[in-house]
């Protein structure tokens, strides 16, 4: 009766982001039966891992995206007939490539065979000289800002250590300029908002100068606005404890096989998606995972996983550097890969 109510005053699209269960326990007299599933799945993990994932979402209320389900459905007949095995590999490449399409990044990864590592390379700065001038620009009004100890920061607050890195490291970066002054726009907004910081003059204009330069960018490089536009709609989860060991445990693997400056993207970025899990939070860290440094991660990794799936002597350069096998290297990348997606 419970079921019949609830359904007659759901919308039907909204009937599958509800549990199967309404105590979100399966039944004594079909919770046996699911254990025996359970240990079918475990037999073969990376054959099935997606239709467990699947099967458990269905049950939590949790769909998989249906775009995704579709490309899955419509897999060729040739490679349904070759069995489970088959399907799981070619599941595999969509998720890497649907997760790369989700989080877009105005760069390319590429393997260098010569150092054996990967890196990321920026698209080309369209206007050096307006976007030098956004930047300089933002400096300026965060020294304004630090100057008078009563706007609220410091060279220890987040705000600070961003930007910073950002004019110091990343100037002919675009994507990397957009992301990190959107995001400290938003950070300065919302704490204005709460009052946590004084809508002081230096304020209001470190706030107004990140918009200006985020807008800078987007104009002069239409592929970065347009990848605004798409991760605007994006709406990141929260990791599950599972998920964030997998993602720390992955770190020295991703750093160990990427040049100096990737390897100091993930070591940021990777701590501040898991909300430093590995020690001591410093002064900046945040305390939720944050929608920029996710799509980073993952849109790096997907990339990284399309490579390695599409060049053995790539993945046999990588595996040898990292003393693994193959299957362990892909199985890493793999897992990664299916966190990102659970994430969207």
């Not at 054959?47 to 579709?70: K, S």
């Not at 590429?110 to 620009?137: D, I, K, M």
């Not at 959107?182 to 908002?193: G, K, V």
């Not at 709406?235 to 040049?259: F, G, R, Y």
Request: hydrophobic share 40%.
């Amino acid at each position: 009766m419970a079921d019949f109510k609830a359904l007659s005053t759901t919308i039907p699209a909204d009937i599958f982001r509800r549990a199967l269960w309404i105590k979100g326990e399966i039944p004594d007299g079909l919770s046996e039966h699911y254990e025996d599933l359970k240990s079918f799945w475990a037999e073969s993990p990376r054959t099935w891992i997606f239709w467990q994932n699947w099967y458990e979402d269905m049950l939590a209320g949790r769909p998989v995206d249906w775009d995704f389900l579709r490309q899955v459905v419509l897999l060729p007949d040739e490679d349904w007939k070759a069995g489970p095995e088959r399907i799981a590999e070619r599941i595999s490449g969509l998720q890497a490539r649907y997760l790369a399409e989700k989080t877009p990044q105005a760069e390319r990864i590429e393997f260098v065979p010569e150092t054996g590592r990967f890196r990321a390379v920026p698209v080309p700065v369209v206007n050096p000289g307006l976007l030098g001038a956004s930047l300089s620009q933002v400096s300026d009004a965060l020294d304004d800002a630090l100057a008078k100890p009563s706007n609220g920061l410091s060279e220890r607050s987040r705000e600070a250590h961003v930007l910073r890195r950002t004019v110091l490291k990343y100037g002919n970066d675009p994507q990397r300029i957009e992301m990190d002054l959107t995001t400290i726009h938003a950070a300065l907004t919302r704490q204005i908002a709460r009052e946590d910081l004084p809508p002081s003059e230096e304020n209001l204009a470190l706030q107004a100068a990140c918009e200006e330069g985020a807008r800078a960018v987007r104009a002069t490089h239409p592929e970065i606005a347009r990848n605004r536009q798409i991760l605007s709609q994006q709406a990141w989860t929260e990791m599950t404890p599972e998920a964030k060991a997998i993602v720390e445990k992955a770190l020295p693997v991703l750093t160990a096989i990427s040049d100096q400056s990737l390897a100091e993207d993930f070591g940021a970025d990777i701590p501040e998606l898991v909300n430093d899990a590995i020690g001591p939070p410093p002064d900046w860290a945040p305390r939720l995972p944050g929608a920029d440094p996710a799509t980073r991660v993952f849109s790096r990794v997907s990339q990284m996983t399309i490579i390695l799936r599409s060049s053995l002597e790539t993945l046999d350069a990588v595996a040898d550097r990292l003393g693994m096998t193959r299957g362990e290297v892909i199985g890493i990348f793999l897992s990664l890969v299916g966190i990102g997606l659970s994430l969207l």
